[in-house]
């Protein structure tokens, strides 16, 4: 992570202990503009409304309801209109999330600053910064504006809002001012960023970038670019609805003139085009769609994913590729001490309690709590001098006064500390290789050592030498409970998973061996050494990474988009502002709830509430499993209005009289809604993810659904015409031949329905079950009969719709038997 320095702003002030004066800072101000990295973007309802106005699902509702309104079927009409308001509040509700998201990337900024104005320390609003100010920042403050640190006294910062590692950086004063030749300034070398915060320490600051020309800007800006597009889904549907669509209004016309050149006059041909219309507009399809994703969006908060957005439902089941962040999200992203190495003589309690000694439970560095913790009460000792921790020193030293003995303690730098210690040449070489070794698996490593101190000794000098070696503690950022056997289940489903992480490479291997990525032998490269491959067209290189290293947000987005480009349904998961870019770039974007920063969250489309990587897994499979329930209830939609669409088009147009009367229509379709949304959706759940996610190409319906679809399609129509004609020339004529073709076309759409769902849930017994017995109720009844205009059936009659059924039934059982055949030789 790198900044460039800026010569022409900071010429003759990095040496120079002085601030600005009010006038130059004004100047400034003009020039450079108001230190805002965040600019609000006001867009009001009719905003929203223009947005909305995009879609065609919209139109295609908004049409299909005028048409019900202009022939009278208000109740449909009204249910069109009232799905309006999903649509329209879902756009509302994301445009507000999108500009409550871009105000809250405000949250890691300072809101004031200390500046010296005229020689005097004033706190003026963080929005006046500007570039050459100098800033001073004390603990447990968030820095206002980029820049390069003058002025140091043990300053440790946490930087992982932009780097995502999770130990404390320790930061130098500005090493050379005279290096401006070199243009660069690596983040070691006393530069100071917006967005991070002090841990210890206070520090002085020569601010160089301002507003979006921060690193945190770059990363807001990148944030809040870009629109994201439809999903392949959603464009599936709305290809499917428009073909359909059109279908219809050109059997609807033809119809109407048929009638019309057969002589029926007007009034038929109207209303042989309008029941058709009733029957053939597929109104159901974009219903069922947003019922089923906003189901998904319940089923997944039960288990702990907090949908944001509901087509990333869709998206999740359809992940390839997960790039994933490793602190707090493989990781708890906490330091704790896991193992402790005492010298030779040396037991483990001394040397934690030579730990604990010099630590401090105040001093807000994490590595001193963690020591605390695992050492845990300390007997009364008291500690009469101390010498903080410093850079250059690289070690914290304390006086401990027990009764009439004083001993010193120290921790610190291994190199440090052994230097300071009487160990043998042997053993220098042996503690050596041992950091050597904790370093390359993943463990930051200090050192502690402790000597006795002669009575009446200086409390005002440090000791250099003469110290006796106590041992080695290691530490680690634990990985989450459950992360390997996740991985393992993405690896079997063929969804592969890449660590992205500021760390340095050798803590992103440990943890990556930890978990089993890469088959426990993970490759893993920089961001930089990343980035250069990619720049060179290398693009096999996104075959040869399990494991990126040090990288920084750019790093994460690029691999997010040329994943992408390569086909790659990418969800990245994090927790921090510097995981925004790529967030929100991803086609699924999930961040952490409980660690994540709320800017995060609010560009994320999924959020876990419990932190915990394999609830990922969950959450793919929650989402397969809905998708496959959408495509059952697409299925039925289509298996049942083929021929409810051709008998009601086919019978008037042969001349004979119109089968579906306008309240006929309205009572199979009182059957097919709910049916199509609360079978399938009831399903009960698969517990794995498919063996090969779908990809990036929707496919609603494979080869061999397609073909079930039309030969269920056309059979039923068969038996349903063959019904109708074979009762039109009984001596109850018309009535009852449309009784007939009713109760043929509702048995075989229990048997469709039974064939899809198998029956499985009281739901799907349920529904199936109502349709038959209304049809039973309303044909069997003489009163009903005569209102809907049928006649009660015979045994003979009920026995042929039966006999409908089970013929229809004979695709589903053929598929289900082939199905099984190939289950047995598989396994």
């Known amino acids: 992570m790198k900044q460039p320095l800026p010569r022409d702003r900071l010429d003759g002030l990095l040496g120079n202990p002085a601030g600005l004066d009010a006038r130059e800072r004004l100047e400034r101000r003009k020039r450079y503009g108001a230190n805002v990295i965040v600019e609000s973007a006001r867009h009001g309802i009719w905003s929203v409304l223009a947005d909305s106005l995009r879609d065609p699902m919209l139109w295609f509702l908004v049409g299909t309801a005028v048409v019900f309104l202009l022939v009278g079927e208000l109740t449909e009409a009204l249910v069109l209109l009232v799905a309006l308001v999903p649509f329209l509040g879902m756009d509302a509700f994301l445009h507000h999330r999108t500009q409550v998201s871009t105000s809250t990337l405000r949250s890691q900024l300072a809101s004031v600053a200390r500046v010296r104005i005229d020689g005097q320390v004033t706190e003026v609003p963080s929005e006046e910064v500007v570039p050459g100010d100098l800033l001073e920042v004390r603990s447990g403050e968030p820095f206002p504006a980029d820049g390069v640190i003058v002025d140091v006294e043990n300053l440790q910062v946490d930087e992982s809002v932009i780097s995502g590692e999770a130990y404390p950086v320790r930061k130098a004063r500005f090493s050379d001012p005279e290096a401006t030749q070199t243009n660069e300034q690596t983040r070691d070398n006393g530069w100071a960023f917006a967005g991070t915060r002090v841990l210890t320490g206070t520090v002085r600051i020569r601010v160089a970038y301002t507003g979006p020309e921060t690193l945190y800007g770059e990363i807001v800006r990148t944030a809040v670019e870009g629109t994201q597009g439809r999903t392949p889904l959603q464009l599936a549907v709305a290809h499917l609805v428009k073909v359909l669509l059109w279908i219809a209004l050109a059997i609807c016309g033809l119809l109407a003139m048929t009638r019309l050149w057969q002589g029926h006059g007007w009034l038929d041909a109207l209303l042989s085009a309008v029941t058709l219309a009733v029957a053939a507009l597929p109104e159901e399809f974009p219903v069922v769609l947003t019922f089923f994703l906003g189901l998904g969006v319940f089923r997944l908060a039960r288990r702990d994913a907090l949908v944001r957005r509901a087509v990333a439902v869709e998206n999740i089941s359809r992940t390839t590729c997960i790039c994933c962040d490793k602190t707090g999200t493989l990781t708890e992203g906490r330091l704790v001490l896991a193992h402790w190495y005492p010298a030779d003589q040396v037991e483990e309690s001394v040397l934690l309690d030579t730990a604990a000694r010099a630590s401090r439970a105040d001093s807000g560095d994490p590595m001193d709590h963690a020591i605390l913790a695992v050492a845990g009460a300390l007997p009364e000792r008291a500690v009469v001098a101390r010498f903080p921790f410093t850079e250059q020193r690289k070690r914290e030293t304390s006086f401990i006064l027990q009764g009439n003995n004083l001993c010193a303690t120290v921790k610190g730098a291994p190199e440090t500390v052994l230097a300071m210690c009487t160990e043998s040449a042997s053993g220098q070489r042996y503690w050596q290789e041992k950091v050597g070794e904790l370093a390359d698996s993943g463990h930051k490593v200090i050192a502690c050592a402790r000597q006795q101190l002669v009575e009446g000794a200086d409390l005002t000098v440090e000791p250099g030498s003469g110290f006796r070696f106590a041992g080695l503690l290691a530490f680690e950022d634990p990985v989450r409970e459950g992360v390997a056997e996740a991985l393992a289940s993405c690896d079997a489903s063929g969804v592969r998973v890449i660590m992205v992480t500021g760390d340095h490479a050798g803590t992103a291997t440990a943890v990556a061996r930890q978990i089993g990525l890469g088959a426990g032998k993970p490759r893993v490269m920089t961001g930089e050494e990343f980035l250069g491959k990619l720049a060179t067209g290398e693009v096999q290189v996104l075959d040869q990474v399990d494991v990126v290293a040090r990288a920084v947000p750019s790093v994460k987005l690029e691999l997010v988009q040329a994943l992408q480009r390569r086909g790659e349904i990418v969800a990245v998961t994090g927790d921090g502002v510097n995981d925004v870019p790529a967030l929100k770039a991803a086609d699924i974007g999930i961040a952490m709830g409980e660690r994540g920063t709320r800017s995060a969250r609010e560009v994320s489309a999924i959020v876990l509430m419990?932190?915990?990587?394999?609830?990922?897994?969950?959450?793919?499979?929650?989402?397969?499993?809905?998708?496959?329930?959408?495509?059952?209830?697409?299925?039925?939609?289509?298996?049942?209005?083929?021929?409810?669409?051709?008998?009601?088009?086919?019978?008037?147009?042969?001349?004979?009289?119109?089968?579906?009367?306008?309240?006929?229509?309205?009572?199979?379709?009182?059957?097919?809604?709910?049916?199509?949304?609360?079978?399938?959706?009831?399903?009960?759940?698969?517990?794995?993810?498919?063996?090969?996610?779908?990809?990036?190409?929707?496919?609603?319906?494979?080869?061999?659904?397609?073909?079930?679809?039309?030969?269920?399609?056309?059979?039923?129509?068969?038996?349903?015409?063959?019904?109708?004609?074979?009762?039109?020339?009984?001596?109850?004529?018309?009535?009852?031949?449309?009784?007939?073709?009713?109760?043929?076309?509702?048995?075989?759409?229990?048997?469709?329905?039974?064939?899809?769902?198998?029956?499985?849930?009281?739901?799907?017994?349920?529904?199936?079950?109502?349709?038959?017995?209304?049809?039973?109720?309303?044909?069997?009844?003489?009163?009903?009969?005569?209102?809907?205009?049928?006649?009660?059936?015979?045994?003979?009659?009920?026995?042929?719709?039966?006999?409908?059924?089970?013929?229809?039934?004979?695709?589903?059982?053929?598929?289900?038997?082939?199905?099984?055949?190939?289950?047995?030789?598989?396994?």
């Open 610 to 827: 419990d932190d915990n990587f394999r609830t990922i897994v969950r959450a793919m499979e929650e989402g397969w499993q809905l998708f496959r329930n959408l495509r059952l209830s697409f299925q039925y939609l289509l298996m049942i209005h083929i021929p409810l669409v051709l008998t009601a088009s086919l019978i008037p147009l042969l001349g004979f009289p119109v089968l579906y009367l306008p309240i006929h229509v309205v009572w199979l379709e009182l059957i097919i809604h709910p049916t199509a949304m609360l079978v399938f959706q009831n399903l009960p759940e698969h517990s794995r993810l498919p063996t090969t996610p779908p990809g990036k190409r929707v496919r609603l319906f494979s080869r061999t659904d397609t073909l079930q679809i039309l030969l269920v399609g056309f059979l039923t129509t068969g038996l349903v015409y063959w019904s109708y004609l074979r009762s039109l020339g009984e001596p109850q004529g018309v009535e009852h031949a449309r009784s007939m073709a009713l109760a043929a076309l509702i048995v075989a759409g229990a048997v469709i329905t039974a064939g899809l769902s198998r029956l499985r849930g009281k739901v799907a017994v349920v529904i199936t079950a109502g349709g038959v017995l209304s049809a039973l109720v309303l044909i069997q009844m003489p009163w009903t009969a005569h209102w809907l205009h049928l006649t009660p059936l015979h045994l003979e009659d009920w026995l042929r719709a039966v006999l409908t059924g089970a013929l229809v039934a004979i695709p589903f059982v053929t598929r289900a038997l082939r199905w099984g055949r190939a289950s047995a030789v598989s396994s």
